[in-house]
């Protein structure tokens, strides 16, 4: 004879039962979150940290949060087809929507008092297929891991401790390079005159199955002219959108897509150490910006440029900043869409730039 619980012990196994799996999905939520350990960096504290002393700017990208959307195409010559299997590399010409950026958390700051600015892409295939990257002008990233790009973050706001962002450069050396970089490379006039770069490493898979490590560049077709920084400051607070705009206006502005392969052993966990000049290098194909778009309220407006949506054939490296950015970037994305009402539009809101 089977011994049958009772309905009451039936009951109260079942409540049981309800009741575990709430508290697991509660203990889920506050690890996620960060609630058990206050001291793990979350995707909202770095993005936290970004804010400028005044708080965000409601409605915008919590970096970046200055620039001008275009849209255009990506003309592949087929080239890169050896190293990847990705739909945008086969020999065709696939639509883009782009923006040339400010690394800055203030949509107002005047052009000239902004050291990097970006590029930032979605190419769509035929299939559908997507690749988004976003890129700076820097050869290299100023620290080594997302952590520390938190660490310079809080040591950069520390008004308390006068010392904090010295004892943070000594301990990230490699904040010396980018401090160089910044303070000896020429500025340019023109989104149009930058060479923009990925820094972080990716693997491409091609359709053999290899893989191989990379990084990529877009190297503009307009030569670069160094303008003096003091002299840019004459030209208005927005010259960038305006340059943009009127190069456009005449002709479509292009980019090469140029393709480094690492050399085995070169360092792809850290966008802060530059590979040697002298690595492999495959010219994939044009970018040819041919629209400039409304910033404020156009195509872009809704587009999170997240570095880890790649189409088949490119994937993640050991790399850590890609899965990072693409947390902090959808919280960014998640709390300046919810704050839609505080966001300019055209024409009734009124445009910024
Ligand atoms: C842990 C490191 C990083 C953090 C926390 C971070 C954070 C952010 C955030 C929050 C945004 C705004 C995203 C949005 O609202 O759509 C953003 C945009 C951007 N970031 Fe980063 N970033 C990091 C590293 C990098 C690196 C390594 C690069 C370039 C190699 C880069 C280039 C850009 C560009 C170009 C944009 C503008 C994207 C757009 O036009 O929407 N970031 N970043």
Same mark, same amino acid.
């Given at each position: 004879?089977?011994?049958?619980?009772?309905?009451?012990?039936?009951?109260?196994?079942?409540?049981?039962?309800?009741?575990?799996?709430?508290?697991?999905?509660?203990?889920?939520?506050?690890?996620?979150?960060?609630?058990?350990?206050?001291?793990?960096?979350?995707?909202?504290?770095?993005?936290?940290?970004?804010?400028?002393?005044?708080?965000?700017?409601?409605?915008?990208?919590?970096?970046?949060?200055?620039?001008?959307?275009?849209?255009?195409?990506?003309?592949?010559?087929?080239?890169?087809?050896?190293?990847?299997?990705?739909?945008?590399?086969?020999?065709?010409?696939?639509?883009?929507?782009?923006?040339?950026?400010?690394?800055?958390?203030?949509?107002?700051?005047?052009?000239?008092?902004?050291?990097?600015?970006?590029?930032?892409?979605?190419?769509?295939?035929?299939?559908?297929?997507?690749?988004?990257?976003?890129?700076?002008?820097?050869?290299?990233?100023?620290?080594?891991?997302?952590?520390?790009?938190?660490?310079?973050?809080?040591?950069?706001?520390?008004?308390?401790?006068?010392?904090?962002?010295?004892?943070?450069?000594?301990?990230?050396?490699?904040?010396?390079?980018?401090?160089?970089?910044?303070?000896?490379?020429?500025?340019?006039?023109?989104?149009?005159?930058?060479?923009?770069?990925?820094?972080?490493?990716?693997?491409?898979?091609?359709?053999?199955?290899?893989?191989?490590?990379?990084?990529?560049?877009? &190297?503009?077709? *307009?030569? +670069?002219?160094?303008?003096? /920084? @003091?002299?840019? !400051? $004459?030209?208005?607070? =927005?010259?960038?959108?305006?340059?943009?705009?009127?190069?456009?206006?005449?002709?479509?502005?292009?980019?090469?897509?140029? &393709?480094?392969? *690492?050399? +085995?052993?070169?360092?792809? /966990? @850290?966008?802060? !150490? $530059?590979?040697?000049? =002298?690595?492999?290098?495959?010219?994939?194909?044009?970018?040819?910006?041919?629209?400039?778009?409304?910033?404020?309220?156009?195509?872009?407006?809704?587009?999170?440029?997240?570095?880890?949506?790649?189409?088949?054939?490119?994937?993640?490296? =050991?790399?850590?900043?890609?899965?990072?950015?693409?947390?902090?970037?959808?919280?960014?994305?998640?709390?300046?869409?919810?704050?839609?009402?505080?966001?300019?539009?055209?024409?009734?809101?009124?445009?910024?730039?």
């Amino acid at each position: 004879m089977v011994d049958r619980p009772t309905s009451n012990t039936s009951t109260v196994r079942s409540l049981s039962l309800i009741a575990v799996v709430v508290v697991a999905l509660v203990a889920a939520f506050a690890f996620t979150a960060g609630w058990l350990s206050p001291a793990r960096l979350t995707p909202a504290k770095i993005v936290n940290a970004l804010a400028p002393p005044g708080g965000a700017a409601l409605g915008f990208r919590r970096n970046h949060a200055k620039g001008v959307c275009f849209t255009g195409n990506f003309e592949s010559n087929g080239a890169a087809v050896a190293l990847s299997k990705a739909p945008v590399f086969a020999p065709g010409s696939y639509p883009v929507t782009g923006r040339f950026n400010l690394a800055t958390a203030d949509p107002k700051a005047p052009d000239a008092t902004v050291r990097v600015r970006g590029l930032s892409l979605r190419i769509v295939a035929a299939n559908g297929s997507e690749w988004r990257t976003a890129m700076i002008d820097a050869p290299f990233f100023p620290v080594a891991t997302p952590q520390a790009f938190y660490g310079l973050l809080q040591a950069s706001a520390n008004t308390n401790d006068p010392d904090a962002m010295k004892n943070f450069a000594a301990a990230h050396p490699e904040l010396g390079n980018f401090g160089a970089w910044a303070g000896s490379a020429p500025w340019t006039a023109s989104y149009a005159q930058e060479r923009y770069n990925s820094l972080n490493s990716f693997i491409f898979t091609n359709a053999a199955g290899q893989n191989q490590a990379v990084r990529w560049s877009f &190297v503009p077709a *307009a030569q +670069p002219e160094a303008i003096p /920084a @003091d002299q840019l !400051k $004459a030209h208005g607070a =927005d010259f960038l959108a305006a340059d943009i705009t009127q190069r456009v206006h005449t002709a479509p502005q292009r980019w090469t897509l140029v &393709v480094t392969v *690492a050399n +085995p052993g070169d360092p792809t /966990a @850290d966008p802060s !150490k $530059a590979w040697p000049e =002298d690595r492999r290098k495959v010219e994939a194909g044009t970018l040819v910006v041919s629209a400039i778009e409304p910033e404020d309220d156009g195509p872009c407006r809704d587009l999170n440029f997240d570095p880890t949506v790649l189409p088949p054939g490119m994937h993640v490296s =050991d790399d850590p900043f890609p899965a990072a950015r693409s947390a902090a970037y959808a919280v960014s994305f998640n709390r300046r869409t919810a704050e839609d009402k505080d966001y300019p539009r055209h024409p009734a809101g009124g445009a910024t730039q």
